[in-house]
């Protein structure tokens, strides 16, 4: 069974940029389709980036277009959410999730199989 860590997240200012990483163990991610999420006390999680299983193809959240990119490498069993430009509104806790289904179009919750136990990302104004 897959497990996820993710790691990076912190206290920046609104502008500034922040790099999450989300270490997979217990088996290979190679095959999986990646996605990151975000959630806010009291809202639902929200689909943010997903990857599909070469890093050739990924899909972004209208609100974090331009400026989130999402990667992967498969020899070191990890992902990461480059982001730029945060802002408040970008503040929440940020989740790595895998999905089998290796393209990497999954923005469903459900269509995940491994999730994280989540890293917080606080932006300031």
């Known amino acids: 069974q897959v497990q996820l860590v993710e790691s990076g997240g912190g206290l920046v200012q609104a502008g500034e940029s922040l790099t999450l990483y989300c270490a997979a163990s217990?088996?290979?991610?190679?095959?999986?389709?990646m996605g990151w999420f975000r959630q806010t006390p009291g809202k639902e999680r929200d689909f943010v980036a997903t990857?599909?299983?070469?890093?050739?193809?990924?899909y972004y959240a209208d609100s974090v277009k331009g400026r989130f990119t999402i990667s992967r490498d498969n020899a070191k069993n990890m992902v990461w959410l480059q982001m730029n430009g945060l802002q408040p509104e970008d503040t929440a806790v940020y989740y790595c999730?895998?999905?089998?289904?290796?393209?990497?179009?999954?923005?469903?919750?459900?269509?995940?199989?491994?999730w994280g136990r989540g890293t917080q990302v606080t932006v300031s104004s």
């Open positions: 999730a895998a999905n089998k289904d290796s393209s990497g179009t999954a923005k469903q919750l459900h269509r995940y199989d491994y």
């Open positions: 217990g088996g290979t991610i190679d095959n999986y389709g």
């Open positions: 990857i599909n299983w070469s890093g050739g193809a990924h």
